[in-house]
């Protein structure tokens, strides 16, 4: 009975300790403006943390004379609303958005260009630079979606937006953080190789 009782005990130990050690190897949830846990699936405008001269939130835009394919923009002004923006988390059935997490970003809006409005990564001849766009597949980590998969990560009192998926284990992504070029009075999201470069700052406020 005492054997039964022990082995009873050492387990349910175990176990207790297993779950401990799983939930300590998360890493910290995203929070926004509010201090509020950030959901996965739900809406939130991605705004800079540089009032003013800093610009204004994420919208969709085209650059030059180009209407189709929308990129990924700054709005000039901090007034402007920008779009309203959600996450998917690389495992969908996880409900908060952590931080250094794969996760898809998708506008949620509707668009003249027959495209979705998720994000992907594309690269911009003309400039010689890595730009974010859209056109992204949902979901379906690997080689085929390499280019749709970005994270949060903490950055000084703010968070920071970066390309470096860890979907495929095969793959060698270029990595790196993402910053604003302006090109043609566009402000436009593109990833920066240079680590002397300032990242864009960003804070998420719920839609």
Request: proline share 7%.
């Amino acid at each position: 009975m005492k054997t039964t009782i022990s082995l009873c005990f050492i387990l349910l130990s175990l176990y207790t300790i297993s779950s401990l050690c799983s939930a300590a190897e998360q890493p910290p949830p995203v929070r926004d403006m509010a201090g509020k846990e950030v959901r996965a699936g739900v809406d939130y405008y991605i705004r800079s943390v540089i009032r003013g001269a800093g610009g204004g939130p994420l919208t969709l835009g085209s650059v030059g004379n180009e209407t189709c394919p929308l990129d990924v923009v700054q709005e000039g002004f901090d007034l402007n609303p920008g779009l309203p923006a959600y996450f998917r988390p690389v495992n969908p059935k996880k409900g908060v958005v952590r931080v250094s997490t794969d996760l898809n970003i998708i506008f949620n809006a509707s668009s003249i260009c027959v495209q979705s409005t998720q994000w992907q990564l594309a690269f911009d001849e003309s400039i010689n630079t890595y730009f974010v766009g859209t056109g992204g597949v949902e979901g379906n980590p690997g080689h085929d979606t390499i280019s749709n998969w970005f994270k949060i990560q903490p950055f000084e009192s703010w968070y920071k937006l970066v390309y470096c998926p860890g979907v495929c284990n095969t793959c060698r992504p270029v990595c790196g953080d993402l910053s604003i070029l302006v090109q043609d009075s566009t402000r436009r999201l593109v990833l920066s190789l240079n680590r002397d470069d300032r990242p864009f700052l960003v804070q998420f406020r719920r839609a």
